[in-house]
């Protein structure tokens, strides 16, 4: 059984810069890969980035290329979302996820989720 725990959500201005953390346990965290997602109020949970857990493979859903950047630190259990030039629309609870297969985008793949922090842009 694996537990996470996202941490560095607050409010910020457009175009501001924010870097999401995940601190996993009580599994062997260089064996999942990672993920992160972010549900909005009113809409579904969508994919934003992934971090594969053989390699150093990662994916981004269109919207943040070039501007989000994940990482992980296996050897601290840490997965990490820098995320710059933040956009109002971006305003969402993320999520932290951990999956058995390799580099997952979709939400059913992932078997453990943290409890979400809350990113808010204002305009």
């Known amino acids: 059984q694996v537990q996470l725990v996202e941490s560095g959500g607050g409010l910020v201005q457009a175009g501001a810069s924010l870097r999401l953390s995940c601190t996993a346990s009580?599994?062997?965290?260089?064996?999942?890969?990672m993920g992160w997602f972010r549900q909005a109020p009113g809409k579904e949970r969508e994919f934003v980035a992934a971090?594969?857990?053989?390699?150093?493979?990662?994916y981004y859903t269109d919207s943040v290329k070039g501007r989000f950047t994940i990482s992980r630190d296996n050897a601290k259990n840490m997965v990490y979302l820098q995320m710059n030039n933040l956009k109002p629309e971006e305003t969402a609870v993320y999520y932290c996820?951990?999956?058995?297969?390799?580099?997952?985008?979709?939400?059913?793949?992932?078997?453990?989720w943290g409890p979400g922090t809350q990113v808010t842009v204002s305009s």
């Open positions: 009580g599994g062997t965290f260089s064996t999942y890969a």
């Open positions: 996820a951990a999956s058995r297969l390799v580099l997952p985008i979709m939400a059913y793949s992932y078997d453990y």
């Open positions: 971090f594969s857990r053989v390699g150093n493979n990662t």
